[in-house]
């Protein structure tokens, strides 16, 4: 265990803030000699820390997440489940999968992160989330060392909700996660923006490389990259509403994008929100609103995390003002 710890290289925000206590687990045996300090000292597990903001220095242990390993668990004529360690980078799951022509998870390319984050937020991209493709993942009790393993139906999955950041928030550590996915796969292109740019590379049947590389184009173009500068992806949820809200917002401003939520509500997209308050590219010292894509708050370098929260308070103050609508932090706080 080490002692005052820059977290700079620990989280894609890249805010220089220092933990109490740090320490990496790369196995369940390592993670069970772990769990008598997880039970009497603050803790935060992280895997590659893509969704959070530290605003002041953690005065507790952060656990990194490196389980590896990628297996095969079994297959059928048609599908196969694939076991992933939760410290896996993501994206090379994904481009692993890719290669060995398993259908599902393509749509999930260059999101940034590990595996063991995907479930406990159900990560999800250009119409499909991980609750699509999820089979099962084995968790850690941490107040009995149990592995417990929970099914979709179990986890709650929600939009960028789970059960583990609800009811067992601080409860469970995720080790391994399984997705199902096909051998026969049929691609997912009903997010418009995906066939536009299958048509722009040429590709009229697609495959799910060519799904996978039109995703990696299409975030390359707009999300900033987090080795490059600092952020956390979407800083804010989208958020639903009733439909009488979209309504109003509609007298004013008769294109406003919008999605269907069930039960009289609609999704509206928080970065058309943000932009038509003004706050687009807007920067402010060292953090700012990316140029691009009004969702994302940046650290050029040198930015506090109080200053990146206060920014994006200012920005839910504006929003609730100029629209009505309550914006909520997608970006877990500390
Ligand atoms: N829009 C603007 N201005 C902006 C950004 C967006 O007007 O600055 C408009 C777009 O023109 C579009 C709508 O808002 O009409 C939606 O934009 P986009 O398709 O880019 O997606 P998003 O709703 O902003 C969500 C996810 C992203 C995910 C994309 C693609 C959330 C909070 N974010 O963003 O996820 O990649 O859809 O599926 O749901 C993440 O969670 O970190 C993340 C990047």
Known sequence: MQTDVSLKPYHTFG?????????????????????????????????????????RNFDGLL????????????????????????????HQLVESCVAMGYGGLENLSLIPGCVGASPMQNIGAYGVEIKDVFEYLDAVEIATGEIKRFYAEDCAFGYRESIFKSELKNQYIICKVAFRLSLYPTVNTSYGIIEAELERLSVHVPTIKDVSQAVINIRKSKLPDPSQLGNAGSFFKNPVVPEAVLDKIRTSYEKVPSYPAGEGTVKLAAGWLIEQAGWK??????????????????????????EVYDLSQGIIEDVQHKFGVTLEREVNIY
């Open 15 to 55: 805010i220089e803030v220092e933990a109490r206590l740090f320490t990496e687990f790369h196995s369940l045996e390592e993670l069970q000699t772990l769990l008598p300090t997880l039970r009497t000292t603050p803790f935060l597990v992280c895997g590659g820390g893509s969704n959070m903001l530290f605003t």
């Open 63 to 90: 656990a990194r997440n490196c389980i590896l390993g990628i297996h095969e668990i079994s297959r059928t004529e048609k599908e196969v489940i694939l076991e992933s360690g939760a410290g896996e980078n993501w």
């Open 281 to 306: 590219g807007k920067r402010f010292g060292a953090v700012g609103v990316h140029e691009l894509q009004a969702l994302v708050l940046v650290n050029y370098g040198g930015g506090t995390g109080k």
